[in-house]
């Protein structure tokens, strides 16, 4: 028999993927190191300078988001969940919420950069040395695109099918303010920089209310191609015109620090006042968006019902409540693991640059 699809997120699913997102590119990389010694030792090569050469570095570059796209194919097909559904990369977005989501994007990099430059320099303070340099050259034109591939599109893709598509959903049964809260935290985690903490942490709850309002996996891909396409940007501008992107900022006197304050200010107005623009497109939507198919729809919906009638046979003799305690129980542990061995990471990063 065979097993129908499902087309919705839990908790269990959010966990168990995050684990493997913690945990597959410390395997892939793995996996490379190993490859590059054998291969090292067969051509009787040294190892330092195979790793450290471009075929190499290209693979590192994707090395992460082609990790998060081999969890999310594979994990999706082993649960048969029907994807595109239960993401909701499915359901559109129109031009007036794109061209919103953009402004949003382009406003959190604006009004925020003076934040994360405070930031920067209060981690500086502690003997870290925070880099803000690419693992790529942005000076040549190929070296341009393959950043946007590699530190614009992709991460854009992959990780809101990670972090927003499966962890935001699968956590929504506790309450969206929550699972907004909870995905952004583990969103700045997987970065594994302390140089980013912050700064992930106020994107990734951006992101995941994008999502929420608007129904749609595609916003959330919006702006944060947008973001990472606009840092490109202003790093690449920055080379070509010989400006320093590495010395941390200080800040000495009162005006450098009100300035902070008033730009963040100023920041939290205008995006606040943006998403409610974006909540009141999306709800406008919503009401004049008529289904293509409605016996797709409730065709949807009885398949739905069906496999959830089928589950409840199975466990009908089982108390319901006892029985989804301990899978939360069970997925809270696997979430607090995956945690603690994301925070080891990043603690391991803080010091290795100290």
Not at 55 to 64: A, H, Q, Y
Not at 248 to 259: G, I, M, Q, R
Request: proline share 1%; aromatic share 12%.
């Amino acid at each position: 028999m065979q097993t129908k699809n499902k087309y919705k997120y839990n908790f269990s699913d959010s966990a168990k993927v995050f684990l493997y997102a913690v945990i597959a590119p410390q395997i892939f990389g793995l996996i490379l190191a190993i490859l590059v010694a054998l291969f090292a030792s067969i051509f009787n090569l040294d190892y330092e300078l195979v790793m450290s050469s471009i075929f190499v570095d290209m693979i590192l570059l994707f090395l992460v988001q082609v990790s998060f796209l081999t969890i999310f194919l594979v994990y999706n097909k082993l649960k048969n969940i029907d994807w595109t559904v239960a993401t909701q990369i499915k359901n559109k977005i129109n031009i007036k919420q794109v061209a919103i989501l953009v402004a949003i994007a382009v406003a959190c990099l604006f009004f925020l950069s003076p934040l994360i430059s405070l930031i920067d320099y209060l981690i500086s303070l502690t003997g870290y040395s925070a880099s803000n340099e690419l693992s790529v050259d942005l000076t040549t034109a190929g070296g341009l695109l393959i950043g946007v591939l590699a530190l614009a599109i992709f991460p854009a893709i992959m990780e809101e099918l990670i972090f927003r598509g499966v962890i935001f959903n699968g956590l929504k049964k506790f309450g969206y303010k929550k699972a907004i809260v909870i995905s952004a935290l583990l969103f700045a985690l997987i970065h594994m920089s302390i140089q980013q903490t912050v700064y992930q942490i106020i994107i990734g709850l951006f992101l995941a209310y994008a999502l929420y309002i608007t129904g749609s996996l595609l916003a959330s891909i919006t702006m944060h191609f947008v973001n990472n396409f606009c840092i490109l940007l202003i790093t690449y501008y920055a080379l070509i015109n010989g400006l320093d992107t590495t010395t941390t900022a200080t800040f000495s006197t009162v005006s450098d620090y009100t300035h902070v304050i008033i730009y963040t200010a100023i920041g939290a107005f205008v995006i606040w006042k943006l998403f409610g623009l974006l909540k009141k497109e999306s709800d406008t939507q919503r009401l004049n968006q008529v289904p293509k198919d409605d016996k797709e729809l409730v065709s949807l919906e009885i398949i739905t019902q069906e496999a959830s009638n089928d589950e409840l046979v199975k466990i009908s003799e089982i108390d319901v409540q006892t029985a989804q305690n301990n899978e939360n129980r069970k997925s809270a542990h696997i979430l607090i693991i995956a945690s603690v061995i994301s925070i080891l990471f990043w603690l391991i990063n803080f010091v290795s640059y100290i």
